[in-house]
């Protein structure tokens, strides 16, 4: 996946971004990503994840979203798909 540019203000993510294959100025073909980091313990990242799920799912966008957060300190990375129905 490739990043499209920065999210629009509101849409509940950081960037656009899309298959390296689609077409790249159509953001109907685009997710959401949103992405956090951390360097505090597991439990700090399952919780970070949790509250960036929830702000995805209030933004302000049909597209559906990526949430990933590292976990910088515990060598941790979490992926989580958030619909557009969510």
Do not use: W
């Amino acid at each position: 996946m490739v990043a499209i540019r920065r999210a629009a203000t509101r849409t509940g993510a950081d960037y656009y971004i899309a298959l390296a294959d689609q077409d790249l100025e159509d953001l109907e073909n685009c997710f959401r990503l949103e992405v956090s980091g951390t360097n505090l313990d597991k439990t700090e990242v399952k919780r970070r994840l949790r509250i960036k799920i929830d702000q995805t799912e209030r933004g302000n966008s049909n597209l559906p979203a990526l949430v990933a957060i590292v976990g910088f300190k515990v060598q941790l990375v979490l992926l989580h798909t958030v619909n557009e129905a969510s």
